[in-house]
């Protein structure tokens, strides 16, 4: 998933986090009834994530200009879907529909869990306990376009994306806000993933942090699905025992509580990760030859 971020979305996490956890957020002023079709003091097993109905996850697309922006591309007649048999994990996918033919566009796995600070440095976090969202799994794709140089294919991907990167993590944090939740987590399980998130991600333990900035540091001169594809086919080699570097799965957060925002960005942070990125090396060995990434 592509992210480009945009001011709007700068905008809103701006505004987010000087509200206090109870007003409303963002752009989307319509009754709750109608868009979120809450039951309150019930617990609802047809209901996403416990709060969001069917109809209110198709009124959220229109209103964020996701249909307008699908039906551009061709999809015109989508089709929401939620699976919420299993308590823990909600899943949400959005077809489009021609005929008895049903093209899968994007497809999400939701669930909540807690998530302690623990920092290898004294902070007044550490031992505080947060509930986030935690996102399972996330694939937007575009099953009508194929990849092209300019457009690779990335491991993991059967189709290129859809380009609502932005917009698919601005309703990730307005669901996040209107469940009391505190932050997002994301648990890449591609190079690629952690790459692109780490704009607005930071890994929970600086050691994760700087392993990712290492390998950003030593193959820089490779674009990003060379070095996902490198890592993907064990030619990713850790200089320092010359063995293929496996990818490491480790959780991503972007808090949505000002204190922690600022623990990501405060010189200790990242005086720690700076500090664990001396110990890692990278390259890519020199007779591996990417044949993959146009196929």
Same mark, same amino acid.
């Given at each position: 998933?592509?992210?480009?971020?945009?001011?709007?979305?700068?905008? @809103?996490?701006?505004?987010?986090?000087?509200?206090?956890?109870?007003?409303?957020?963002?752009?989307?002023?319509?009754?709750?009834?109608?868009?979120?079709?809450?039951?309150? &003091?019930?617990?609802?097993?047809?209901?996403?994530?416990?709060?969001?109905?069917?109809?209110?996850?198709?009124?959220?697309?229109?209103?964020?200009?996701?249909?307008?922006?699908?039906?551009?591309?061709?999809?015109?007649?989508?089709?929401?879907?939620?699976?919420?048999?299993?308590?823990?994990?909600?899943?949400?996918?959005?077809?489009?529909?021609? &005929?008895?033919?049903?093209?899968?566009?994007?497809?999400?796995?939701?669930?909540?869990? =807690?998530?302690?600070?623990?920092?290898?440095?004294?902070?007044?976090?550490?031992?505080?306990?947060?509930?986030?969202?935690?996102?399972?799994?996330?694939? /937007?794709?575009?099953?009508?376009?194929?990849?092209?140089?300019?457009?690779?294919?990335?491991?993991?991907?059967?189709?290129? &994306?859809?380009?609502? &990167?932005?917009?698919?993590?601005?309703?990730?944090?307005?669901?996040?806000?209107?469940?009391g939740l505190h932050a997002i987590i994301n648990i890449p399980d591609h190079y690629h993933n952690a790459f692109l998130y780490s704009k607005i991600f930071n890994y929970e333990k600086p050691y994760?942090?700087?392993?990712?900035?290492?390998? /950003?540091?030593?193959?820089?001169? =490779?674009?990003?699905?060379?070095?996902?594809?490198a890592i993907e086919e064990k030619a990713l080699l850790d200089v320092n025992g010359l063995k293929p570097v496996d990818w490491f799965v480790a959780k991503q957060v972007f808090p949505l509580y000002?204190?922690?925002?600022?623990?990501?960005?405060?010189?200790?942070?990242?005086?720690?990760?700076?500090?664990? /990125?001396?110990?890692?090396? @990278?390259?890519?060995?020199?007779?591996?030859?990417?044949?993959?990434? =146009?196929?």
């Amino acid at each position: 998933m592509m992210i480009r971020l945009s001011k709007r979305f700068n905008d @809103f996490i701006e505004k987010s986090l000087s509200l206090d956890w109870h007003e409303t957020i963002g752009p989307l002023e319509i009754s709750e009834d109608d868009l979120f079709n809450r039951n309150i &003091g019930k617990r609802s097993e047809n209901l996403f994530m416990g709060y969001f109905s069917v109809n209110g996850l198709k009124i959220i697309l229109d209103r964020y200009k996701i249909s307008s922006k699908l039906a551009k591309k061709g999809f015109t007649n989508l089709k929401v879907e939620i699976n919420t048999t299993d308590p823990y994990k909600h899943k949400f996918i959005l077809k489009n529909t021609t &005929g008895e033919a049903e093209e899968k566009l994007i497809e999400l796995v939701l669930r909540r869990d =807690y998530i302690t600070v623990d920092m290898p440095f004294n902070t007044p976090l550490n031992g505080r306990k947060f509930e986030a969202l935690v996102v399972e799994w996330l694939k /937007m794709q575009n099953p009508r376009t194929g990849f092209t140089r300019s457009k690779s294919r990335l491991p993991g991907q059967d189709y290129p &994306g859809l380009g609502i &990167g932005s917009e698919a993590l601005e309703l990730l944090v307005l669901a996040a806000h209107r469940l009391g939740l505190h932050a997002i987590i994301n648990i890449p399980d591609h190079y690629h993933n952690a790459f692109l998130y780490s704009k607005i991600f930071n890994y929970e333990k600086p050691y994760d942090q700087a392993k990712l900035a290492a390998i /950003m540091r030593d193959t820089k001169k =490779y674009d990003v699905s060379e070095v996902a594809w490198a890592i993907e086919e064990k030619a990713l080699l850790d200089v320092n025992g010359l063995k293929p570097v496996d990818w490491f799965v480790a959780k991503q957060v972007f808090p949505l509580y000002k204190e922690w925002v600022y623990l990501y960005k405060s010189n200790r942070y990242r005086y720690e990760v700076y500090k664990e /990125m001396k110990k890692f090396k @990278f390259k890519i060995d020199k007779n591996w030859i990417n044949r993959r990434k =146009y196929l």
